[in-house]
């Protein structure tokens, strides 16, 4: 659990694997668009600052949350890397909330077992608009600048 007013998206530069050559994909939610956009920035600011280049990072939007798990598995055809999948899921009055979360973390799972290009979960499922805002820059951080980490680890893994 994230403890207060501490930002886990610290990362050291130096520990990483090199990730110059490397390709990534990323698919972004349009759903909770102004939570998207800042896990996409830190995302795409990490990998930057890790020597990626801009034209090694492709980025597909796609509807909703549940919609992920297709643009990721089209992402992996791309010949990437890595895919990391951005989205964010509030809960609200009724079970959709909890469809959605269980179906988008199934299917990511899936595409991990399923071929040989890692997918990072980069989904928040917060209670409230304010644990998003936190967590996609605020004062928990950036989960996706820790994505953009784990695809890097990820990527080198795989190769």
Known sequence: MAT???NLSEYDKNTLPNA???RFGIVVSEWN?????GLYNGALNALLDN???KENITRWN???SYELIFGCKKMQQQNVDAVIAIGSVIQGETKHFDFVCEGVAQGIKDLNILHDVP???CVLTDNNM???IDRSGGIHGNKGTEAAIAAIKMA???K
Do not use: C, H, M, R
């Open 33 to 37: 668009d102004t939570i998207t956009e």
């Open 62 to 64: 796609v509807p909703g």
């Open 156 to 158: 080198d893994l795989n």
């Open 20 to 22: 110059k050559n490397f």
């Open 4 to 6: 207060e007013n501490k």
């Open 119 to 121: 997918v990072i979960f």
């Open 130 to 132: 304010q644990q998003s």
């Open 51 to 53: 020597d990626v280049a």
